[in-house]
């Protein structure tokens, strides 16, 4: 699916910018632009306060969606008028949306928007719910990626600082090892790199939106020979929406990229559909044609991010990951 993107913009800095101590200023110093607390949503998915107008909201953070939006719940209760976008997207459950808002205004911690585009998210709405909704909106890789992301997971903060660094000049924590390992920008903002899983070299893509980490069952049974009726296989239902199949999960010994490991991570197994690839079932995931040239074997999702601590250097296109520590906040 193809379009044309709806940018976030630059935000405004509300504060000057903090620089991280320790590194030259030859190329400029590493430098904080907003530090936000980052919370699981529902046990999965990171989630960020952000205030919306004169509502506070909870956005959710997901590397692996595309457009920024705001949830059809949200779009009512702050009386935004929709207008017709120029793309479509759509979920796992096969909703669609071909709506845009265009918010009065955004604030994330010292980052502020006025009169900025969010796309409206696909998922239905039901105006007799007065239950509080998990999350008002998401977060996506139009706006990340004018920065670089860094989810320290373990402090539970995310960190959106300036690009302009010296390249390489990052690792500001302390971690027994840091892997450094070039990455794949897709069209809308996808994060691809390779791993190693059970001595196999498989493409990841990163997506924080999904709480599983996903393999094509298709992949599994190439590259590691998964019987889904082996006794290490566990059948664990269906999954309904835009197309029906059943889930299955697997336990492998070790997931890896140059130092960092991953012992015994839990995988779900998803068979394609129609020679699409597998959408993570908790994620709101959005293929593009560009990378159907190209698909990940493994959708690494917060199963076993929430372990590590992931910066993601867009400009750069470099991938630091390590071992999740609590370390001093930058």
Known sequence: MRGIRRSLGLFTVLASMAAFPGFAAECGPLTMVTSVPMRPIAGGPPGIDALIGDMHQTLLVDTGGVFSSVTKRTMRELKLKPAQSNVTTANVRGQKSDQAVRLPSIAIGRLRQEGVNFHVDPAADNPDDKNPQAYGGT??????QKFDADFDFANGSLNLVSPDHCNGKVVYWTAPAVAIVPIRIAQFGHVFF???????????????????????????????????????????GRIAGGSTANIYRRRFKKLELD??????????????????????????FFWENDDLQDLPELTLGMSVLSKLHVYIAYKERKLYLSAGAPSPAP
Not at 139 to 144: K, N, Q, R, S, V
Not at 198 to 206: E, M, N, Y
Not at 264 to 279: C, E, F, K, R, V
């Open 194 to 236: 390779p791993m190693t899983l059970d001595g196999k070299r498989v493409a990841v893509l990163l997506d924080t939106g999904s709480t599983d980490s996903v393999m094509n069952l298709d992949a599994a049974r190439r590259v590691f020979n998964v019987n889904v009726n082996a006794p290490d296989v566990q059948k664990l």
């Open 139 to 144: 977060l996506g890789p139009d706006l990340l």
């Open 259 to 284: 130092g960092v490991v991953i012992s015994d991570p839990l995988i779900t197994l998803l068979p394609n559909a129609m020679g699409q690839p597998p959408a993570p079932p908790t994620s709101s």
